[in-house]
Protein backbone atom coordinates (compact mmCIF):
# COMPACT_ATOMS: atom_id res chain seq x y z
CA UNK A 1 0.00 0.00 0.00
CA UNK A 2 1.29 3.19 -1.24
CA UNK A 3 1.32 6.09 1.77
CA UNK A 4 -0.64 9.01 1.86
CA UNK A 5 1.13 12.46 -0.12
CA UNK A 6 0.39 15.77 1.29
CA UNK A 7 1.29 17.89 -1.42
CA UNK A 8 0.90 21.99 -0.98
CA UNK A 9 0.38 23.95 -4.44
CA UNK A 10 1.74 27.50 -3.55
CA UNK A 11 1.42 29.17 -6.57
CA UNK A 12 -2.20 29.29 -8.23
CA UNK A 13 -3.46 30.60 -10.99
CA UNK A 14 -6.36 32.52 -10.44
CA UNK A 15 -8.67 33.82 -12.83
CA UNK A 16 -8.97 37.70 -13.59
CA UNK A 17 -11.76 39.33 -10.43
CA UNK A 18 -13.73 40.99 -13.65
CA UNK A 19 -14.17 37.37 -15.13
CA UNK A 20 -15.23 35.90 -11.23
CA UNK A 21 -17.46 38.72 -10.96
CA UNK A 22 -18.99 38.10 -14.29
CA UNK A 23 -19.51 34.51 -13.90
CA UNK A 24 -20.42 35.11 -10.19
CA UNK A 25 -23.37 36.81 -11.34
CA UNK A 26 -24.84 33.46 -13.26
CA UNK A 27 -24.76 31.03 -10.48
CA UNK A 28 -23.08 27.66 -9.90
CA UNK A 29 -25.43 25.37 -11.78
CA UNK A 30 -25.45 27.61 -15.23
CA UNK A 31 -21.35 28.04 -15.02
CA UNK A 32 -21.47 24.29 -14.22
CA UNK A 33 -23.21 23.13 -17.70
CA UNK A 34 -21.42 25.97 -19.95
CA UNK A 35 -17.95 24.41 -19.17
CA UNK A 36 -19.34 20.48 -19.82
CA UNK A 37 -17.92 19.45 -16.45
CA UNK A 38 -18.92 17.05 -14.53
CA UNK A 39 -18.76 15.82 -10.53
CA UNK A 40 -21.91 16.75 -9.37
CA UNK A 41 -21.95 17.09 -5.28
CA UNK A 42 -25.61 15.81 -4.68
CA UNK A 43 -28.66 17.36 -3.67
CA UNK A 44 -27.74 17.02 -0.22
CA UNK A 45 -25.38 19.65 -0.56
CA UNK A 46 -27.12 23.37 0.35
CA UNK A 47 -26.04 26.82 1.36
CA UNK A 48 -27.13 27.24 5.22
CA UNK A 49 -27.71 30.73 4.57
CA UNK A 50 -30.13 31.58 1.72
CA UNK A 51 -30.29 34.56 -0.56
CA UNK A 52 -26.49 34.93 -0.32
CA UNK A 53 -24.06 34.64 -3.44
CA UNK A 54 -20.33 33.79 -3.25
CA UNK A 55 -17.79 33.60 -6.14
CA UNK A 56 -14.03 34.00 -6.29
CA UNK A 57 -11.32 31.68 -7.47
CA UNK A 58 -11.16 28.43 -5.67
CA UNK A 59 -8.63 26.72 -3.25
CA UNK A 60 -8.60 23.60 -2.71
CA UNK A 61 -8.03 20.91 0.00
CA UNK A 62 -9.07 17.38 -0.15
CA UNK A 63 -8.14 16.27 3.68
CA UNK A 64 -8.07 12.70 5.81
CA UNK A 65 -11.06 12.71 8.29
CA UNK A 66 -10.30 14.37 11.14
CA UNK A 67 -7.05 15.42 10.50
CA UNK A 68 -7.21 19.19 9.31
CA UNK A 69 -3.27 19.75 8.61
CA UNK A 70 -3.99 20.34 4.54
CA UNK A 71 -6.63 22.70 5.47
CA UNK A 72 -3.97 24.81 7.68
CA UNK A 73 -1.95 24.79 4.51
CA UNK A 74 -4.40 26.10 2.43
CA UNK A 75 -4.85 29.09 4.68
CA UNK A 76 -1.67 30.08 4.18
CA UNK A 77 -2.34 30.14 0.24
CA UNK A 78 -5.41 31.66 0.93
CA UNK A 79 -5.63 35.55 -0.46
CA UNK A 80 -8.31 37.68 -0.45
CA UNK A 81 -11.30 37.02 -2.39
CA UNK A 82 -10.63 33.61 -2.80
CA UNK A 83 -12.89 30.62 -1.46
CA UNK A 84 -11.44 27.71 0.64
CA UNK A 85 -13.19 24.64 -0.54
CA UNK A 86 -12.66 21.64 1.15
CA UNK A 87 -13.63 17.67 1.25
CA UNK A 88 -12.45 14.49 2.80
CA UNK A 89 -11.40 11.46 1.60
CA UNK A 90 -14.26 9.64 3.07
CA UNK A 91 -17.38 10.38 4.66
CA UNK A 92 -16.92 11.78 8.45
CA UNK A 93 -18.21 13.24 11.09
CA UNK A 94 -15.12 15.10 12.27
CA UNK A 95 -15.17 18.86 13.44
CA UNK A 96 -12.32 19.61 10.55
CA UNK A 97 -13.33 23.86 10.74
CA UNK A 98 -13.21 25.92 13.76
CA UNK A 99 -12.96 29.20 15.33
CA UNK A 100 -8.74 28.95 14.86
CA UNK A 101 -9.32 28.76 11.24
CA UNK A 102 -11.94 31.29 10.71
CA UNK A 103 -9.68 33.82 12.80
CA UNK A 104 -6.61 33.15 10.25
CA UNK A 105 -8.67 33.49 6.99
Same mark, same amino acid.
Request: net charge negative; proline share 6%; aromatic share 2%.
Given at each position: ???A????????? +?? &? +?R?? &?? =??? %??? @??? #??A?? +?? /????? #??????? /?? +? %???????? $? $? #????? %????A @?? *???? *?? &?????T?? @?? $??H /??F? *? =???? $??
Amino acid at each position: MTPARHVVVRTIE +RP &D +RRTV &DA =LGE %LGT @ATV #HEAIG +RR /GFAGP #HLRPIQQ /GV +R %LAGAAVTV $S $S #HPGDN %LMIHA @AV *EVCE *EG &DVLVVTNT @AP $STH /GMFG *E =LLAT $SL
